[in-house]
């Protein structure tokens, strides 16, 4: 990573103190963990920030909730995901972040405590005006993000920065929402038979009477 591009992380990142104690911390995190300054990594942050808000709810530190995230893959700016996931605390890792695959930049944020949830939806001019930008132009070209200009890409992250909650999404009213109940995570291990390395207990097949992993068993997932 150029030193330029470090140094425009912090400085972005360092405005994520806005939102309160320890966002910056957050919000300079999500820049590295993604890779490039654009503006859809920041939207998706700002989107799971509001989404908190909205339900009165703290940063995800255990496994509380759930965020659905409607962007999916295979077009641009998907980026949006990293910073929902970044802003929310509800972490691939986790199981706590699941794509719906709809090509839409929305997210529903689930707290399993209260049962209720919420919907931010970045307006579509928003979206629009994006998609105008120098920035999307150059990506449509085929230049990878790393090589467009900052110049170019961090006045396009200022500018989302200024603007209020209600000029980039909508906010639905909180409602109900069922999930079904969790797996009891498991702390046990086996070894495969076949291949000799550690499995989850839950997750291991048995194959002549010996437990094995799921790619030794032949069988998929």
């Known amino acids: 990573m150029k030193d330029e591009q470090i140094k425009t992380m912090r400085e972005l990142g360092a405005q994520g103190q806005t939102f309160g104690e320890l966002w910056g911390t957050y919000f300079e995190s999500?820049?590295?963990i993604h890779g490039h300054v654009c503006g859809g990594m920041p939207l998706g942050f700002r989107a799971g920030v509001a989404a908190l808000?909205?339900?009165g709810a703290e940063r995800e530190l255990n496994m509380e909730k759930l965020a659905f995230v409607e962007?999916?893959?295979?077009h641009a700016a998907g980026c949006f995901a990293d910073g929902v996931q970044m802003a929310t605390g509800c972490t691939f890792g986790k199981g706590l972040l699941e794509r719906t695959q709809y090509g839409k930049w929305a997210c529903t944020l689930v707290d399993r405590a209260t049962g209720?949830?919420?919907?931010v939806s970045v307006r579509p001019d928003v979206i629009q005006n994006s998609f105008q930008s120098p920035f999307v132009q150059q990506r449509r070209a085929g230049v990878p993000p790393t090589d467009i200009s900052l110049d170019i890409s961090k006045p396009l992250v200022e500018k989302l920065l200024g603007r209020g909650d209600a000029e980039l999404f909508a906010v639905s009213d909180v409602f109900d929402y069922s999930l079904p109940k969790k797996p009891q995570p498991t702390f046990n291990l086996l070894v495969c038979a076949q291949c000799g390395e550690a499995v989850a207990e839950n997750k291991v097949r048995m194959k002549e009477g010996k437990p094995v992993c799921t790619p030794c068993s032949g069988y998929g997932s």
């Open 30 to 32: 999500a820049f590295f």
């Open 53 to 55: 808000k909205a339900l």
């Open 71 to 74: 962007t999916g893959t295979g």
């Open 116 to 119: 209720k949830a919420v919907r």
